[in-house]
């Protein structure tokens, strides 16, 4: 049917057609249908066990809008941003590293640089190494940690503004843990964390020291929720407690609602190694392709 472009309300509607589409396309696009195939180093410093091992298990996928899915797009096109700024003041940065073949994030031909534990069922991919210029005075054999994130003012407009004031460690403890399990395992003992605001491009810089001792004991936690032959116990029983309110999680974790079945949320199941996983109910190791799939012999993990 021709759509009269002068018809009543015909030009609004239109307009509102095609953000629909592109709403739907990015759903489409984004939406991976299940949870990371490992325990992401970026997640670990989330202060409920729980909501760990539900996301590592596969427990509930929460399929976002399309809004959402380009704010997560937003942060990663921000990082090609921030690395062609840092080369622009002279620094050498390393996002890269094509000697590591087990890698498994692949961006325009290349292998970014993990760090993996946990027979593989841990770990994650950071977003570089800098070397500073020389006019700064550091020495030569010191190399950051470079860690690219994006900060909206958020409701209230004060979200960025309390990161500048507070500190990442204060204020964004979970991107806090994550640099610091990235500094114990890679060697490296400060770091560089870069924030843009996306509503009017400030950026808040911040050299810190890196905490090994975090990172050692961030590292025993995954092992615990990853290997653990029963889930860990909830921040909260109660739904109303401030960390549960706003969880994807609170569904499946507080009001009843069905675990996803899939291999990895079963009870047989078992993860293994070299990032496998083991079933008890067929004694075999399970194929990648039948994970999310599972089988009639299924039975909850929590």
């Known amino acids: 049917m021709t759509l009269n472009l002068e ?26 249908g299940v949870g990371r195939s490992h325990l992401g180093a970026s997640l670990i410093g989330h202060e409920c ?31 090609a941003k921030i690395v062609d700024l840092l080369t622009g003041i002279g620094c050498t940065v390393k996002c890269f590293d094509d000697e590591h073949l087990e890698d498994t994030h692949i961006d325009k031909g290349h292998r970014q640089i993990r760090i993996s534990a ?31 994130k994006t900060q909206g003012v958020g409701k209230k407009g004060k979200n960025f503004e309390e990161l500048v004031a507070k500190g990442v460690k204060a204020k964004k403890a979970q991107h806090f843990a994550q640099m610091s399990i990235y500094g114990y395992k890679l060697g490296l003992k400060y770091g ?11 950026i808040h810089i911040e050299v810190i020291k890196l905490d090994w001792s975090l990172g050692e004991a961030l590292e025993r936690k995954a092992g615990m929720i990853i290997f653990g032959e029963t ?15 706003y969880c994807n999680m609170l569904g499946v974790c507080h009001n009843g609602e069905p675990i996803d079945r899939n291999c ?14 083991y079933c008890g109910h067929w004694n075999n190791i399970i194929p990648k392709e039948f994970l999310i799939q599972g089988c009639d012999n299924w039975i909850s993990f929590f």
């Not at 889930?231 to 309110?245: E, R």
Request: glycine residues 6%; proline residues 6%; aromatic residues 12%.
């Open 7 to 32: 018809s009543p309300g015909a030009l609004p509607a239109l307009a509102r057609r095609i953000k629909s589409d592109i709403d739907d396309y990015c759903v489409w696009k984004y939406n991976e």
């Open 49 to 79: 066990s729980y909501y760990l091992c539900l996301s590592f298990r596969w427990a509930h996928h929460t399929v976002e809008s399309g809004r959402q899915y380009r704010l997560f797009q937003r942060g990663h096109s921000e990082e």
């Open 118 to 148: 946990c027979k593989g069922h841990f770990g994650g991919s950071i977003d570089g190494m800098l070397k500073l210029p020389e006019r700064f005075g550091i020495p030569d054999d010191v190399i950051f940690l470079a860690e690219m």
């Open 192 to 202: 560089v964390y870069i924030s843009v605001c996306k509503n009017d491009d400030d």
């Open 231 to 245: 889930p860990p116990s909830k921040i909260s029983m109660s739904p109303a407690y401030f960390t549960c309110v």
């Open 264 to 277: 990895r949320s079963c009870k047989n199941c078992s993860p293994i190694d070299n990032a496998e996983w």
